[in-house]
T-cell receptor, first 113, second 115 residues
Framework: DQQVKQNSPSLSVQEGRISILNCDYTNSMFDYFLWYKKYPAEGPTFLIS?????DKNEDGRFTVFLNKSAKHLSLHIVPSQPGDSAVYFCAASGRTSGSRLTFGEGTQLTVNP | ETGVTQTPRHLVMGMTNKKSLKCEQH?????MYWYKQSAKKPLELMFVYSLEERVENNSVPSRFSPECPNSSHLFLHLHTLQPEDSALYLC??????????????FGPGTRLTVL
């Protein structure tokens, strides 16, 4: 039972354009959502998060949008840079699970110069 | 040393060997986690330790045995593994194990290959 899904295994964009990574969840108890970035041979690094009381959170080039009614969140990167090429994981946690995270499968983003 | 460190970074072992993975966090956190990442699959939570006490064991086979001697150190003891156990093993820590509004910080992982 995959509670967090990233349906696009890969995404390729041109440098300078917008990258949009999507994530869907099924568990209505999730109230905190995170995005992690992972380079090869490294562990995931925290990128940005959003709580369920908000619908948008912005940090520099990165913005996360949350649509609770659709159980959908997205990560926007603009402008995209070649150094953004990595695997992006969506994760969620909920009131009943404490800090335990449920991860999606990841999306490989490639930003072409 | 800062953040979360893991040793070794790479490990090749036979099915009859016994080895241990080590994780150390320098963040003053109270919870530590072991995850398994297999190719093209989500990170799978294996174990959770809160204040050195194991609070979760996600149906992990007994050939994986965790140990948390203090809040800064976490081990994963391995014995009689199978080739399908080959994966990236990630350690993470977080400040408050009971709060959903805090992120986990990951180590670089140990790439394990079982022959």
């Amino acid at each position: 039972d995959q509670q967090v899904k990233q349906n696009s295994p890969s995404l390729s964009v041109q440098e300078g354009r917008i990258s949009i990574l999507n994530c869907d969840y099924t568990n209505s108890m999730f109230d905190y959502f995170l995005w992690y970035k992972k380079y090869p041979a490294e562990g995931p690094t925290f990128l940005i998060s959003i709580s369920s009381i908000k619908d948008k959170n912005e940090d520099g080039r990165f913005t996360v949008f949350l649509n609770k009614s659709a159980k959908h969140l997205s990560l926007h990167i603009v402008p995209s840079q070649p150094g953004d090429s990595a695997v992006y994981f969506c994760a969620a946690s909920g009131r009943t699970s404490g800090s335990r995270l449920t991860f999606g499968e990841g999306t490989q983003l490639t930003v072409n110069p | 040393e800062t953040g979360v460190t893991q040793t070794p970074r790479h490990l090749v072992m036979g099915m009859t060997n016994k080895k241990s993975l080590k994780c150390e966090q320098h963040l003053g956190h109270n919870a530590m986690y072991w995850y398994k990442q297999s190719a093209k699959k989500p990170l799978e939570l294996m174990f959770v330790y809160s204040l050195e006490e194991r609070v979760e064991n996600n149906s992990v086979p007994s050939r994986f045995s965790p140990e948390c001697p203090n809040s800064s150190h976490l081990f994963l003891h391995l014995h009689t593994l199978q080739p399908e156990d080959s994966a990236l093993y990630l350690c993470a820590s977080s400040r408050n194990p009971e709060a959903s509004y805090n992120e986990q910080f990951f180590g670089p992982g140990t790439r394990l290959t079982v022959l």
